[in-house]
């Protein structure tokens, strides 16, 4: 389920908006991953751009981050943002893995060249 395209449209205006923001390690902030009125509970420490970038991208992905009264229906958005958080996790160990690799090709091609 994607988010309203208009409301979508909107956001993607502010953040093309907004001054760069500067990743510093300094200005860390709660970000409840499962959404504040989800679960109180569950938070990982972000600087505050990233901590944007995440909302905008929950929000863009369609998911609702309001409170909803039926225990059913709140469950199943529960496990739809907890999803996409484990995704977002497994994408970014992923492309860490692909850099490391990257790295450990470069230096055997270095050895290589350097010891002959």
């Not at 510093?24 to 505050?48: K, M, N, S, T, W």
């Not at 970014?92 to 893995?97: E, V």
Request: charged share 30%.
């Amino acid at each position: 389920m994607n988010a309203e395209p208009a409301e979508a449209a909107l956001r993607k205006a502010r953040r093309a908006e907004r001054p760069s923001r500067e990743v510093y390690p300094f200005c860390l902030i709660d970000h409840h991953v499962l959404g504040r009125r989800h679960d109180l509970q569950f938070i990982v420490r972000a600087c505050e751009c990233h901590h944007a970038l995440i909302h905008d991208q929950m929000l863009d992905a369609g998911l609702d981050l309001q409170f909803e009264q039926n225990p059913v229906k709140r469950q199943v958005e529960h496990l739809k943002i907890e999803s996409f958080y484990y995704r977002q996790q497994a994408d970014h160990y992923r492309d860490w893995a692909d850099a490391k690799d990257r790295q450990a090709q470069n230096l055997l091609k270095y050895l290589v060249e350097n010891t002959k």
